[in-house]
Structure formats: structure tokens, C-alpha cells
């Protein structure tokens, strides 16, 4: 277990004044995300947090938890008192697909949790070697149908993203999945050539497209992506496998109305900021800003389309 403390400097959590003008937060709040160091997940919210400490004086402590495709985070949070000071990143990595993917998940996605707030949405792309030859979607279909192949994924997200784009594709009987602690591991042995393609959160692919090591076939959202406008959907090529990615922030079921109430304002001006939002775009996602009622329903929702395309393609619970 790793853990690191963002701290907007001691002088601030001083003269805020935090301890007396306010009964939440008054110590450290503890972050704990579910993936290695270095996940877009982690990056992106680490952006909000930072900005959250410098205006507040409030200190995280960053804690990674990794392992059982983010469960044990998410098992570790849900258990946690509800007093606001154990929070997680939410996203559709651990609260849309992994549940319905590993038996190790014990905690219910939506009923076991306080969704404190959104903070975006994203892409996912399909990604092959850039010195594969392939071109377009048309071509690697064409190749799976020729000859096996195998793709890499390293989570959730990555996982149920190939298989929907496999089995809509019809090439679910050439193509086998090959599992990785991370995906930053799936995506070096992509351009290492060890797997043949990769489905993966915008965030994580951007530097190794723009640097000319993998080439972007589709997205799988409604739209392009704003980043690479050139890059079609799957839809737009015939293939129905519509999936959006999503990070937020919650804590355990039954935080306080303070609590919420705290979160909810500092997310909304962190988000509003033209800096953060440039940022957020600069890595290939979009601010997505949603509380309360709107919010659950929305978690709600992906749980049951991610699931949807995990009982589609067959896949089982391991």
C-alpha cells in the first residue's frame, strides 16, 4: 500500500481556521483509489484534490489499494465509517463493471455508497501497434477473421470495452482476451507487439497516439472525440458496442447532509474553473458536473448498461 498526503502548505490549514469554523473537515481525509500509481484515474482526480487543498486548506491522503480490479478499494470504502474522512474515486471501472466481472466485489455499487459528486466523462478507444499496417476498424475485423488474435486489458473498463467491440463485431470466436495488473502493462506490450489491440480510457492512450506508437481505430461513445475529431465511433462503422467512461467521488452509505453539502460546493467551483477545464480536455475527457438524485440514477444506469454488455459477451464472474 502506498500512500501520499496532498497538503496546500501547514500555514493554511492554520489561519483557514478549519478546526473552528467548521465541524467538516478537521483532520485528513483519506482517498483511497483502487488502481496503481499513476492510473488516469488517479491523475485526474488528484488534479481536483490538489485544487480543493490550495483554496480550502483541507489535506487527502492518497491511498492506493490495487488489486481484484479495484474491489478491494471499493470493499475497503464501503466498510469504512460514514463520517466523510474515507472516500474514494468512483468510475465506471469499479462501480459499473468490475462488481458484475470479480466474486471479490462484496459491497452493492449504489445502495452501499453516498455519491458525493461527478467529475467526468470519457472515451474509450480501440487502439492497435501503429506499425500493424491497420488502419480501420474494417481492417482488424478483416484480420481476426483471418488468423487469432489476442488484446490486452489491465481493467474493468478495458475488459467489457474489447469484449463488447468483439462480440458485436462477430469476431468473438478468433479473439481471445489477455488479463494485466494495469493497464499502462496492456498498453506497453501493445506497442511491445505482444497483443494485438487494446480498448482503453482515452487519458491512457492520448501521449501513445500522438506519439505515433498506436493508431486509433474508433471511439466508443454517442460522438467523436473533441481530441481526435478524425477518429470515427464504432457505430458510424456498423458496430454497436456505445459505452461511455465516468469518474466521480463517494464515500460510504450515509454521509451527513454537512458532508455532502461540502463536497458539492468545492466540486462545483473546482469544475467551473477555465484552468481545470482546459486541463480536463487537454486529457481527453470532459468535466461532468452531477449531484444528489441525478447522480445515483445515473450510477444506477451505467451499472445496468455495462452489465448489460458483460452478459452479452458471455463473460463470467472469476
Not at 459491497?107 to 472515451?123: E, M, N, Q, S, W
Not at 465516468?246 to 460510504?252: C, L
Request: net charge positive; hydrophobic share 40%; glycine share 10%.
Amino acid at each position: 500500500m502506498k500512500i501520499r498526503t496532498l497538503l496546500a502548505g501547514a500555514g493554511l490549514l492554520i489561519s483557514s481556521g478549519l478546526a473552528f469554523a467548521q465541524s467538516y473537515p478537521n483532520k485528513p481525509i483519506h482517498f483511497v483509489t483502487g488502481f496503481a500509481a499513476g492510473s488516469s484515474i488517479e491523475n485526474l482526480s488528484r488534479m481536483v484534490l490538489d485544487d480543493i487543498s490550495k483554496r480550502t486548506g483541507a489535506v487527502f491522503v492518497v491511498e492506493q489499494r490495487p488489486g481484484a480490479l479495484g474491489m478491494i478499494g471499493m470493499n475497503l470504502v464501503a466498510k469504512a465509517p460514514p463520517d466523510g474522512y474515507t472516500l474514494m474515486p468512483t468510475s465506471s471501472a469499479t462501480h459499473s463493471s468490475a462488481p458484475q466481472l470479480t466474486k471479490m466485489a462484496t459491497a452493492d455499487p449504489v445502495k452501499d455508497f453516498t455519491h458525493l459528486g461527478a467529475l467526468d466523462r470519457f472515451h474509450l478507444m480501440l487502439v492497435v501497434n501503429a506499425g500493424s499496417g491497420i488502419k480501420t476498424v474494417e481492417e482488424l475485423v478483416a484480420e481476426a477473421r483471418k488468423k487469432s488474435l489476442n488484446y490486452g486489458y489491465g481493467s474493468a473498463t478495458g475488459q467489457v470495452g474489447a469484449s463488447a467491440f468483439v462480440r458485436a463485431a462477430g469476431i468473438d470466436k478468433n479473439v481471445v482476451g489477455v488479463p494485466y495488473k494495469s493497464q499502462p502493462l496492456a498498453l506497453t506490450d501493445l506497442v511491445g507487439n505482444q497483443v494485438q489491440f487494446v480498448t482503453s480510457d482515452l487519458p491512457s492512450v492520448d501521449a501513445l497516439v500522438r506519439g505515433n506508437k498506436l493508431t486509433a481505430l474508433a471511439v466508443t461513445g454517442d460522438k467523436r472525440a473533441t481530441l481526435f475529431p478524425d477518429v470515427p465511433t464504432l457505430a458510424e462503422r456498423g458496430i454497436n458496442a456505445e459505452l461511455i467512461g465516468w469518474v466521480g467521488v463517494a464515500g460510504p452509505a450515509g454521509l451527513s447532509e454537512e458532508v455532502r453539502t461540502w463536497w458539492q460546493r468545492n466540486l462545483t467551483t473546482t469544475l467551473n474553473k477555465p484552468n481545470i477545464i482546459e486541463d480536463f480536455k487537454a486529457r481527453g475527457v470532459e468535466p461532468y458536473i452531477l449531484f444528489g438524485p441525478a447522480l445515483e440514477k445515473f450510477v444506477a444506469d451505467q451499472y445496468q448498461v455495462w452489465g448489460r454488455h458483460i452478459r452479452e459477451a458471455g463473460i463470467k464472474p472469476e
